[in-house]
Nanobody
Framework: QVQLVESGGGLVQPGGSLRLSCAAS????????WAWYRQAPGKQRELIAT???????TYPDSVKGRFTISRDNAKNTVYLQMNGLNPEDTAVYYC?????????WGQGTPVTVSS
C-alpha cells in the first residue's frame, strides 16, 4: 500500500506563500495521477489540484492562478506551490492519488493563514 508523507505547512500571513511536498512510497508513482486536497475546519475535504501522468494540471476556480501543482517522478514527490494565500485557505492539506481509490490518507500538513 502506498505511504504518503506531506510536509511544508505552517503559519503564514495573508498574501504569503508556501510550498508543500508529498513523498509517496510506491512503485507506480510515475503511472499514477496525483492530486492535492484540503479540509478546512467543519468542512468536507475538497479537491484543489490534479496532475496527470502527462503533467497536465487542473484547478478549481478557488485556487486557479494562485496554486501550482507539480511532480518529480525521479523523487516520487508531488509539490504544491501556493501564492497569494488568504484566510480561506486555512486547512489541512493532503495529497493522494486521483481519483482516490482507497480509504488511506496521510497525516496531512496544516496551513494557517492569519495576521
Amino acid at each position: 500500500q502506498v505511504q504518503l508523507v506531506e510536509s511544508g505547512g505552517g503559519l503564514v500571513q495573508p498574501g504569503g506563500s508556501l510550498r508543500l511536498s508529498c513523498a509517496a512510497s510506491t512503485t507506480i508513482f510515475r503511472i499514477t495521477a496525483w492530486a492535492w486536497y484540503r479540509q478546512a475546519p467543519g468542512k468536507q475535504r475538497e479537491l484543489i489540484a490534479t496532475i496527470a501522468q502527462n503533467f497536465r494540471t487542473t484547478y478549481p476556480d478557488s485556487v486557479k492562478g494562485r496554486f501550482t501543482i507539480s511532480r518529480d517522478n525521479a523523487k516520487n514527490t508531488v509539490y504544491l506551490q501556493m501564492n497569494g494565500l488568504n484566510p480561506e485557505d486555512t486547512a489541512v492539506y493532503y495529497c493522494n492519488r486521483y481519483p482516490v481509490t482507497t480509504n488511506y490518507w496521510g497525516q496531512g500538513t496544516p496551513v494557517t493563514v492569519s495576521s
